[in-house]
Nanobody, 118 residues
Framework: QLQASGGGLVQTGGSLRLSCTASGGSFEFTGMGWYRQALGKQRELVAAISDSGLKEYAASVKGRFTISTNNAKDTVYLEIDNLKPEDTGIYYC??????????????WGQGTLVTVSS
């Protein structure tokens, strides 16, 4: 199970730190992605970190979002700075797994809602 938390209501220009915590004992860190789904839009990948620590970001968030892990690699963070109204959405975390029917290690959780007011 992967649980995203840390969302909230912030003003434009504010910051948030989201956390993604693995529980249940069956999760194996092979990389992680943070995904965002705005109302009426498809879920999109905004940041990813590989098992070796390589990081990639969507163009729309580069320079404002930072993905990282703790040493145990059982928690993945997404630091969001200079928030914009278009960052509003539900943020999810998940780990790609090409061998899984769904393409991911875990089912999608409830995510955490980020709302940016203008």
């Amino acid at each position: 199970q992967l649980q995203a938390s840390g969302g909230g209501l912030v003003q434009t220009g504010g910051s948030l730190r989201l956390s993604c915590t693995a529980s249940g004992g069956s999760f194996e860190f092979t990389g992680m992605g943070w995904y965002r789904q705005a109302l009426g839009k498809q879920r999109e990948l905004v940041a990813a970190i590989s098992d070796s620590g390589l990081k990639e970001y969507a163009a729309s968030v580069k320079g404002r979002f930072t993905i990282s892990t703790n040493n145990a690699k059982d928690t993945v963070y997404l630091e969001i700075d200079n928030l914009k109204p278009e960052d509003t959405g539900i943020y999810y975390c998940n780990s790609p797994d090409p061998w899984s029917d769904s393409g991911f290690q875990a089912p999608w959780g409830q995510g955490t809602l980020v709302t940016v007011s203008s």
